[in-house]
Nanobody, 128 residues
Framework: QVQLVESGGGLVQAGDSLTLSCVCS????????MGWFRQTPGNEREFVAA????????PTSDSVKGRFTISRDNARNTLLLQMNNLKPEDSAVYYC?????????????????????WGQGTQVTVSS
């Protein structure tokens, strides 16, 4: 069973940067498509970005494109999300997720139902 633990969230001001990390244990991290999602109270989980097993394919939501970058370090079983020029509307709980059924990004990679394992989430709050 895959275990995912996120870290790096916090309270920042608009325009600041944050890097979220997600460490994977008890699994074969370098075989999975990984993704970042976010969720605000009363809303559904929203796709942010995904990454193929080798890191070459990184689809990103239009709402964060050009500001957020997803990457992975397979040697350290770690998924990263570099967030620059943060905006108040980026405030949410951020979750990392593993799609243990895929190595390549395909199909409905933006659909949280495609992902088999989830972390507990980390809160990001951006003040204006």
């Amino acid at each position: 069973q895959v275990q995912l633990v996120e870290s790096g969230g916090g309270l920042v001001q608009a325009g600041d940067s944050l890097t979220l990390s997600c460490v994977c244990s008890k699994g074969n991290f370098n075989r999975y498509v990984m993704g970042w999602f976010r969720q605000t109270p009363g809303n559904e989980r929203e796709f942010v970005a995904a990454i193929s097993w080798g890191g070459s394919d990184t689809p990103t939501s239009d709402s964060v494109k050009g500001r957020f970058t997803i990457s992975r370090d397979n040697a350290r079983n770690t998924l990263l999300l570099q967030m620059n020029n943060l905006k108040p509307e980026d405030s949410a709980v951020y979750y990392c997720a593993a799609d243990t059924n895929r190595r390549y990004v395909s199909g409905a990679y933006y659909d949280p139902r495609e992902y088999t394992d989830w972390g507990q989430g980390t809160q990001v709050t951006v003040s204006s």
